[in-house]
């Protein structure tokens, strides 16, 4: 029964900041599955870097988890017990893909890993590309206004806190983090906000 049940769950090629984006749907405190665009997602199939990377090994506790990044978002990946040694050879600044069941504790998503393999870091572009073709290339007119609005007033507001991360504006906003991204990029460019550090936003008007 266990195995038919591995066998329904397609583990879904997707980037991170759509993962963070996608609705838990929860049952008996248990996460059932994400619901992302219309679809039912319990199985993640994902390309990033290892940002950072904690091992716990001892009698008491075997515990081991790793952040990663794909410029989208962050995402822990955690293993228990005799699990963690999938995690031994890994490091900081290493690209991996990673295939796994995406879990909830205490309102975080992450994923427990199935499958982890090194990869070269030129399987980040190529993953970004191939999705990036399936993904809608812009949003009609009304909407790409209110969301250029809605990014702009963000970034405006988050001034009192010294700037807002883009992985927070990814997950609040909800649309699709490319398209999120290209607009930001536009902001850029225009001159009107910077990144006083990689990932965080603020205004300049």
């Given at each position: 029964m266990a195995e038919q049940q591995f066998k329904r769950n397609v583990a879904f090629k997707l980037r991170i900041g759509s993962i963070l984006s996608g609705k838990p749907i929860v049952d008996?405190?248990?996460?059932r599955f994400l619901e992302i665009e219309e679809k039912q997602i319990a199985r993640v199939n994902v390309i990033a870097n290892i940002i950072d990377k904690y091992v716990q090994d001892s009698?008491?506790?075997k515990y081991a988890t790793i952040t990663l990044d794909?410029?989208?978002?962050?995402i822990k990946v955690k293993s228990f017990g005799d699990d963690i040694h999938k995690f031994l050879d890994l490091n900081q600044g290493d690209?991996?893909?990673v295939i796994g069941m995406v879990r909830m504790w205490n309102n975080e998503i992450y994923i427990t890993p199935e499958i982890i393999k090194k990869k070269e870091p030129s399987f980040l572009l190529v993953r970004k590309l191939e999705l990036e073709a399936d993904m809608p290339k812009s949003l009609d007119k009304t909407k790409l206004t209110e969301l250029k609005d809605k990014l702009t007033n963000m970034i405006k507001e988050a001034e009192k806190d010294s700037g807002i991360d883009v992985e927070k504006i990814i997950l609040e906003l909800k649309e699709p983090p490319e398209i999120i991204n290209k607009e930001i990029k536009k902001l850029l460019e225009d001159g009107l906000i910077y990144e006083?550090?990689?990932s965080r936003l603020r205004w300049l008007g």
């Open positions: 008996a405190d248990r996460l009698d008491e506790k794909d410029a989208t978002g962050n690209t991996i893909l006083p550090r990689p």
